[in-house]
């Protein structure tokens, strides 16, 4: 009976672990802060995108888009904090077997990229699987 007891309550687990997995989603919240010592900018084009590896593609075709912000006018004023929080993915179902990432870039009027978000000095953001947080800061800074 002890045995029986066992093998279904593992039965119950597997199942409802692999269901659970695919009902929750890839929702990340994104915090960008631009410091106050930023040179100001202005109508300059903001791209958040989060996209995860596909590894059964090549190394030339992984990044695979879930979910992306475009602000075309998007403004910064030194001498002042700019922060924007927004989320990505809340359609999107999480996979578990991929890495997710968040990039946030600037873009200028001849579509040059002008500035970069970056947390700890890396510009590509791991978030949700493997251990990464669902929430991520971003300090915004000037392309050298």
Do not use: W
């Not at 106050?36 to 590896?53: E, G, I, M, T």
């Not at 996979?95 to 510009?123: E, L, M, W």
């Amino acid at each position: 009976m002890k045995r029986l007891y066992i093998a279904i309550t593992f039965s119950l687990i597997f199942l409802m672990g692999s269901d659970a997995f695919s009902q929750e989603s890839a929702k990340v919240e994104v915090t960008l802060k631009i410091p106050a010592k930023v040179a100001s900018f202005n109508d300059q084009r903001l791209v958040v995108y989060l996209s995860h590896d596909n590894p059964l593609k090549g190394d030339d075709a992984r990044d695979t888009p879930v979910d992306r912000h475009i602000d075309k006018t998007f403004s910064h004023t030194k001498g002042t904090e700019t922060v924007l929080t927004l989320t990505l993915g809340e359609k999107a179902k999480l996979n578990t077997t991929v890495h997710y990432a968040v990039t946030a870039t600037v873009f200028g009027p001849k579509c040059k990229r002008t500035h970069i978000g970056d947390r700890d000095g890396q510009s590509l953001c791991y978030v949700l699987t493997y251990g990464s947080a669902d929430r991520v800061t971003l300090v915004v800074r000037p392309v050298d």
